[in-house]
């Protein structure tokens, strides 16, 4: 008897399934996008199907051969989720290049990459400049927005498109195929690119569609608030087409006014972004009035670095729900959700946001753990370890990094990076990026603890904490702190402040007051930076 | 390049990942079942997890080998639930005997498997009396219920349970190994075996808990209220486990006042079970008043004939809202679901209601068409053809059953046997079972539609509408009418009130009263019986 004596069919999980479904069954849900100059583009998902594939016969006829890359240097609208689709539909593998990078590194990235052809946004071409040199492109076709023309050699994307005959077979999709990549910027040595298959793609998305995760609906009205080059936009395309949602695309446009503007003008439901994109939204929810609400109470799928308490407490007064998450590139992104548990519907607002503050608990088809030098962590809610996850939508390697396998243990599972305390009842905390952690006096204390409590405090917008060398300690945390417009706190108020709720010694001792802090191209804290500025800190003995 | 060149995970989508999140994150979440005496027993997934996992280890020790299959002949309770998972995670396949068959139909049943062991509930001893001689089980172990003792000279249960050491490694499964299998009794010919694998089950699962299917949560209470052995228990075990929802089974007690008893006391608020199921229920809440609810509205997964309209609307009234499903034991078994669209959630009651009593769309990795004999047909919510369906938990074949290879077409495709119509938005409305059309002088009479008119008469229980051989129009329709106690009607009146909505010629042609209708073993309407019983009806002239 053979092992798979199953009767049931071999039905691959694919994207293109997930289009043709859009496309037969939603065909006039609208596909909503805020071009580079401000306008409004109105699409739909019968269109973005039959452009996906055409885009997938002129691929083929382009010579692209399965598994072949094809970058975008593009902004979140309608020709970018063209690609999201068209791509993978062709057999090739979407790479969506991260324009916020340093141009020797985007370079860097799509050598590594072997990028065959690119799909450019016409004013993201100065950006294509810098680095054009460095790279070969078989093929370049430019995205024509409205606005003034640009001068370029390149070739049309719409005229491309036009070629189409839509009569030419498009190649069977397995679902171990490759669909699209990303690449994560780590602080040590070269960007990683993690490969997703069409396979794991789907998987996610059902689970991002499961009423417990983001209960994604065709109801909805979806916006993609996260760069669609960043952790392969989140997923949330995917899943909007399987679900048949409303779906809308903000360009660049991600100042406050501008996103809120669009919530309320498209009725979003459902959104995502990480916290730095709500801090400044909320800034502007304020300014339009204490109680102002959108017309509709929005989810927003919020993750990259954990959401402050206080944030997710005032962006529910507005009708902002955030529910939080924890992933990472590797993870496609989404592993985990923070939702209330059955039994804590009932408790106190208190403990029920003080839960909604951590990263929860694994989707389904999702592992984690958390290890330190003595083994497997207690699930005790303070024993601290690395988390490690393993699951049905996580990487196992690297693409074409032989040099990093050390980030996955000897059994399999893919060491985050991230240090973690679990609750009793499985509930994850991250403490902080191990890297982050300050070790004072051979105890560890959390940066990313301070700077929450310090971003509750009235006056403060912005804050970072990082360790720094210190003769007596090893390390000792400096915060760095900016200051909402007009408002004043002393180093002593601040300090006091954080001492009602940290023991003596995990205070910072010293506090430096800056306008802006450092961010990555995803908006993170760019802690790296603050360390290197403030690596000659002297402390005032 | 290799053509899976994804740097992703080979996770294995298995039941037992299922199992092991509900053990460690839902382990105090009660599994509540109703036994054969009445009486209840609680348990939770904590224990379901511990007692299943020891199971496999018996069943190893047993000898069992990857793929064998394991009987049950139970009602749907907590060692059922064992079973489900204990079964597949020792590598074996479960095979729950579906108890309401003829015992020869079981016997051959359980041959044509080739069952090796069987798992039993002593209150069955006496089904298993009937056909134990004709089958041989190398092992058979019973489950005690509260009750006077049976006497047998078989193995306990709990005594084998406790053999297990909580030591022994579990083999390791494969997303493409057998799971559990169930057959299908057709009118004519053998019944047919459908293996389901551990794959489909998860996907199936992911499904079911999707937003726009039934969304199965971890604050639902879900009830089983279609047995476990008909068609795989609709999932929702599966299902249950993978979301953590608070579990009721309520055993062979499906008459109306135990199962609102049950839903009432235990809080459930989703459930499946067929239509007669549901008519039997909403007469008894109308007994306990015209207003009567339960403390939480109830989500309703029905389907396996479809639930007339006047049933969906009397149910809403009291807070049990119908979500209308088509499926099979070939399609896992939910492949559709008809939930108003965005656009219909501002439509008239009435045509709300319409909508809703047609089979649907189906799920996301399901796709359907429909085929007559000029070829495919078109949407235009009138041409009728048979339904054909392919996906991702669909049947490719029958166990061990060549001679049936006829039921799935050159590309793949699973013809149902239902003929449907589709609409211009893809929504799917099953006209009726193609051998069950009535064929009258060349048109098409559709049966069930008729007999959801006549049950929408107030004095109508339920009726069923048969094809009988006519001397000039091939064939006439005959309704069979069972009214409500104390209610009256005319054979005059009831055409009359066809009459209404349907064309003279479709009008059955006689009227026979009858006290009960014959049902399947699933509580379907057995039409074959009533086409036997009225083959020689003399119409009169």
Redesign the interface.
Known sequence: ???????????P?TLT??LE?AG??FAD?EVVSRLPDGSMHRSNWGQIKDRALRMAECLLAAGL???DRVATLMWNHYAHLECYFGVPAAGG?LHPLNLRLHPDEIAWIANHAQDRFLIVDDVLLPVLQKFAAKVKFERIWVVKHPGPPSRHEYEDYEAWLKEATGQVPLPAI?E????SMCYTSGTTGHPK?????H??Q??HS??Q????SC?????DVALLAAPMFHANGWGLSYTAA??GA?YVLPGPNLDAESLLDLIAREGVTVTCAVPTVWLAALAGMEKRGPDWRPPRDVRILCGGTAPPESLIRKLDHHGFHVIHSWGMTETSPQATVSLL??KS?AWPEDQQYAVRSKQG?PL??V?VRTCNEKGLAPWDGETMGELEV??????????NAPETRDRWTAD?WFRTGDVATIDP??CIKLVDRSKDLVKSGGEWISSVDLENMLMSHPAVREAGVVGVHHPKWQERPLAVVALKDGATATADELCAFLGTKFAKWQLPDGFVFVHDLPHTSTGKLLKTELRKKYAEWKWQT
């Not at 690119?193 to 298959?197: D, E, K």
């Open positions: 008897m053979s092992d798979s004596l199953h009767t049931m069919m071999d039905y999980l399934a997930l479904r037969q069954y849900k051969k399965k598994g593998v397995q171990n195929d490759g669909a690119g993690v490969l997703y298959s396979r794991t789907v998987l059902m689970a569609a499961m009423a417990d209960a994604v609906s065709q109801h399987m679900v409303k548990r059955t519907l608990w389904p088809l592992e393993r699951g049905a939508w996580v990487a196992a390697s690297y693409f399999g009842d499985g």
